[in-house]
C-alpha cells in the first residue's frame, strides 16, 4: 500500500509541469476563476504571478470557443478527447457541441526524415529496400499520425501511415493526468460528479489506446473488407501486412473525389443522389447486418469512385453492437417510421445503462410530448441525428445513462446522415433504415433462430433438473448442520465512503494519540515515584522528559481539533 502511494507521489511529481501547462492554459483561455472554485490551482501550488490573464479579445468569446481553443493549444490528445467528448450528447450543450466538431484533424506535420526513420526502425530495412519510390512529403497529417505516399518495389501504389515520434508518451502522461483531473473533479464538484467523469475519461483512454495500434486498425480493415466482399458499391484498401506493424500501416492508395462536393461529383460522372442512397444503406448494413461499423465517417474519411463507388479511411475508431442492442436500434427505428411513442421509449430504455426508470409512465408521456414537437412531420423532413439528440435530453430528465456504444451508434448515423442530405437533400434517412430494421426484428422470430433458443434454453434445462437434487440436499445438509452462513455485501456510494473513511481515520488517530498520552502520563507517575538516576533537584530526569512529551502532545491535539477539527 505505501509502495503504490510513493509510486503514485513520484508519478505525480513527474507530471508537475504537464499540469502547470495545463492550468496555465485554461487560465489564458479565460478558466481561470472556475479553477480557483474547485481549488485546483492551489492544489497544485501555482502562483498568481506564474499564470497568464486572458485577453480582452478572448474574454469576449463564447465559453463554448474558449473551451475548443484550449484543446487545440493543449495538443493531440486533448483534440481527440475533445473530438469524442462531442457524440457524448449528454454531458455536453449544443453550442460546445458545435464548436468540438470545429476541432482541427490537420496538425503541422513532423519533418519527412524523421518518418524515413521510423519506417526503417520498424520494418526493418532502409527505405530504398523497401519501396521504389516513397515521397517525404506528407499528403495527410493528423494528431497521431501522418499520412506519405509511396511506390512498391512491384509496381503498386501505397499510403504510408506513420504515427507521430513520441506520441506514445504524451498520450500515456496526459492521459494520467486526465484521470487524476476526473477522479478531482468527481470528490470536489458536484455537478460534473453527476455526469462520471472517471467513466467518461475511462472510456476515452480505451478508445485513444485502440486507435494508437496500427495492428489492431490492420485488423478492423480486414474485417470490414470481409464483411462487404460481395458489395460492389464499397471499396476498402488492402492491407500490407509485411509492411506494417504497430507504428506503421500500409494499405493501397485510394485517390476519389470529396463527397461533400455535389457540384464537382457531377462534373466526373458521379450521380449524388445515388451515393446519398449507397452511404445511408452502407451504414444500416453495417449496423444492422454485422453490428460492427466505422464509428468516424465523416467526409475526410471517405472519398468517391467512378460508378458511384465509396472509399472508406482510417479504420481506428469502429463500433461494435450485440444482436440484442441491435435489435432496440430497430425498435427505435420502426418506432420513430410509425410514429409509436411506447415503442420508442422501451427501446431506449433498453439501451441504457439503468434499464429501469423510476417512472415508466412519465417518461412515456416525455417522449410522447417530445414525439408531437419533433416528429410528427413529414418523414422525409425528420433527421435521425437531430431527433436521437435531443431525445438525449429527455433521457437526462430521468436519470439515464445510455451505454457507450449508443453514442458512437449516433454519431456514426448522424455523420452519414449529414453527408447524405447535402447530396440529396430529399433524402429520407429513416425510411431507408426501417428495411434494415424490419429485417433485424423479423430475424428474432425466425424458424431457425426460435429452434436455436428453444435448443439452448432446453439444454441449460436439462442440466439444471440435473444438479438440482443433489443441489438442495447440499443445502438441507448445511442448515442442519448449522454450517450454511448468508455473505452480505454492503456497497457505499465512493463519495460517501471517501467522507467515512477520513471520518474514522480522525477518530482512530484520536483514540490512539490519546492512548498513547494516557500511557506516558502513567509512566511518568511511576518514574516520580522511583529513584532512578540521573535526578535533578531529586526529580528522576526520566520523568520530566515524559512530562514534557506527554505535555507536547496534549497541546498538539488540542490545538489540531481547535483549528481543523481532527487530526
Not at 449524388?272 to 465517417?297: E, M, N, S, T
Not at 424458424?447 to 443445502?475: G, Q
Not at 473513511?501 to 511511576?526: D, K, P
Request: hydrophobic fraction near 45%; proline fraction near 4%.
Amino acid at each position: 500500500m505505501i509502495f503504490n502511494r510513493i509510486s503514485s507521489a513520484i508519478e505525480t511529481y513527474s507530471h508537475l509541469p504537464r499540469y502547470k501547462k495545463i492550468v496555465c492554459v485554461f487560465y489564458k483561455y479565460g478558466f481561470g476563476e472556475m479553477l480557483k472554485l474547485v481549488g485546483l490551482q492551489s492544489s497544485l501550488k501555482i502562483k498568481d504571478d506564474e499564470v497568464p490573464q486572458a485577453e480582452s479579445s478572448i474574454q469576449k468569446k463564447s465559453a463554448a470557443v474558449r473551451f475548443r481553443l484550449a484543446l487545440e493549444e493543449l495538443g493531440p490528445t486533448f483534440v481527440k478527447f475533445g473530438q469524442i467528448l462531442s457524440s457524448r450528447r449528454d454531458l455536453v450543450d449544443e453550442a460546445l457541441f458545435q464548436e468540438l466538431h470545429k476541432l482541427q484533424t490537420k496538425v503541422p506535420p513532423f519533418p519527412g526524415k524523421e518518418a524515413v526513420k521510423i519506417v526503417e526502425e520498424q520494418l526493418g530495412r532502409p527505405i530504398d529496400e523497401l519501396f521504389r519510390e516513397f515521397d517525404e512529403t506528407p499528403i495527410a497529417s493528423a494528431s497521431l499520425a501522418q499520412v506519405h505516399r509511396a511506390v512498391a518495389r512491384g509496381g503498386a501504389v501505397l499510403a504510408i501511415k506513420i504515427q507521430r515520434p513520441g506520441i506514445a508518451e504524451v498520450i500515456e502522461q496526459d492521459l494520467a493526468i486526465l484521470v487524476d483531473v476526473a477522479h478531482f473533479l468527481e470528490k470536489h464538484v458536484e455537478t460534473i460528479a453527476a455526469l462520471n467523469p472517471v467513466g467518461v475519461v475511462e472510456e476515452f483512454s480505451k478508445t485513444i489506446c485502440i486507435e494508437q495500434n496500427f495492428t489492431q486498425e490492420a485488423r478492423n480493415m480486414e474485417r470490414f473488407a470481409n464483411q462487404f466482399r460481395d458489395n460492389r458499391t464499397i471499396r476498402v484498401p488492402v492491407v500490407y501486412r509485411e509492411l506494417s506493424t504497430e507504428k506503421v500501416l500500409t494499405i493501397e492508395y485510394i485517390s476519389g473525389y470529396a463527397v461533400d462536393d455535389p457540384g464537382a461529383l457531377r462534373k466526373h460522372q458521379i450521380d449524388p443522389v445515388k451515393l446519398a442512397d449507397r452511404l445511408a444503406k452502407l451504414i444500416y448494413q453495417q449496423i444492422f447486418q454485422f453490428g460492427f461499423f466505422h464509428a468516424d465517417p465523416h467526409p475526410g474519411n471517405m472519398t468517391a469512385l467512378k460508378g458511384d463507388v465509396i472509399a472508406l479511411y482510417d479504420y481506428g475508431m469502429m463500433g461494435k453492437l450485440t444482436p440484442a442492442f441491435r435489435e432496440k436500434i430497430a425498435s427505435m427505428i420502426m418506432g420513430l417510421n410509425e410514429k409509436d411513442n411506447r415503442l420508442v421509449a422501451r427501446s431506449l430504455l433498453g439501451m441504457s445503462d439503468e434499464t429501469v426508470v423510476a417512472n415508466t409512465e412519465k417518461l412515456e408521456g416525455d417522449v410522447e410530448m417530445f414525439t408531437e414537437e419533433n416528429v410528427n412531420g413529414p418523414l422525409k423532413d425528420l433527421r435521425i441525428g437531430v431527433i436521437l439528440n435531443r431525445l438525449l435530453e429527455v433521457l437526462m430528465k430521468h436519470k439515464l445513462r445510455m451505454k457507450a456504444e449508443f453514442y458512437l451508434g449516433i454519431k456514426a448515423l448522424s455523420q452519414v446522415e449529414a453527408i447524405g442530405v447535402m447530396l440529396s437533400p430529399d433524402l429520407n434517412f429513416i425510411k431507408i433504415g426501417k428495411p434494415y430494421a424490419t429485417e433485424m426484428l423479423g430475424k428474432k422470430w425466425g424458424f431457425h433462430d426460435l429452434l436455436h433458443n428453444a435448443s439452448a434454453a432446453l439444454e441449460v434445462t436439462v442440466d439444471t433438473l440435473k444438479t438440482m437434487p443433489y443441489d438442495f440436499h447440499e443445502l438441507y445438509q448445511k442448515i442442519r448442520s448449522g454450517k450454511y452462513s448468508i455473505p452480505i455485501v454492503h456497497k457505499i456510494d465512493p463519495i460517501s465512503y471517501e467522507s467515512l473513511h477520513q471520518t474514522l481515520n480522525h477518530i482512530t488517530n484520536r483514540i490512539a494519540h490519546a492512548m498513547v498520552l494516557s500511557s506516558l502520563l502513567i509512566l511518568s507517575g511511576l518514574l516520580f515515584v522511583s529513584n532512578v538516576p540521573p535526578r535533578w533537584h531529586d526529580i528522576p530526569v526520566f520523568a520530566i522528559v515524559c512530562v514534557g512529551i506527554a505535555g507536547f502532545a496534549w497541546l498538539r491535539q488540542k490545538w489540531t481539533i481547535h483549528k481543523h477539527g481532527g487530526l
